[in-house]
């Protein structure tokens, strides 16, 4: 609750990575899934443009919050080894949304998006959970545009 005292910039105290790396990374890894996506949407296969960007954000935050457990275990010399908490995250999520994925009588996916998108606040959940508020923050940003905006352009162009 340090931001509530000292502004916004005490969100990024205590985070290796700065606002502008952690924005670029989420943005970058948003439009290369973003590329692939537009691919699959264009041969008709069931995973598609968000699924595709989804999974992509999310694989970064995790990267992200594995890079900053890491550093920050080690400026302590720790035994531990905090990324298996991001092991488990990552397990038990995949479970649950795998769940939310089903097959239709016919040949048509369902749930694809919302899988992908269950693991994305999975991620974020575990930035908010290891501290990174300001890595959730963005996150969550580009997944919103992400799940919000781009269903709204995906079903004007596909």
Known sequence: MDWITNGWSALWEGTLLAPDII?????????????????RELVGRPAGLRTHM??????????????????????????????????????????IAAGAIFRDRGDGVHGLTTGAGLWAAGAIGTAVGAGYIAL????????????????????RVF
């Open 23 to 39: 924005a670029l990374r989420t943005l970058v890894a948003a439009v290369l899934g973003g590329i692939i996506g537009i691919e």
């Open 136 to 155: 959730a923050l963005v996150s969550f940003v580009v997944v919103f545009v992400i799940v919000a905006v781009i269903r709204l352009i995906e079903k």
């Open 54 to 95: 989804l999974i992509s954000v999310s694989s970064a935050i995790f990267a992200m919050v594995a890079l900053e457990l890491f550093t920050e275990a080690t400026r302590q010399s720790s035994n531990s080894d905090p990324v298996r908490i991001i092991e488990a995250v990552t397990a038990g999520v995949a479970f």
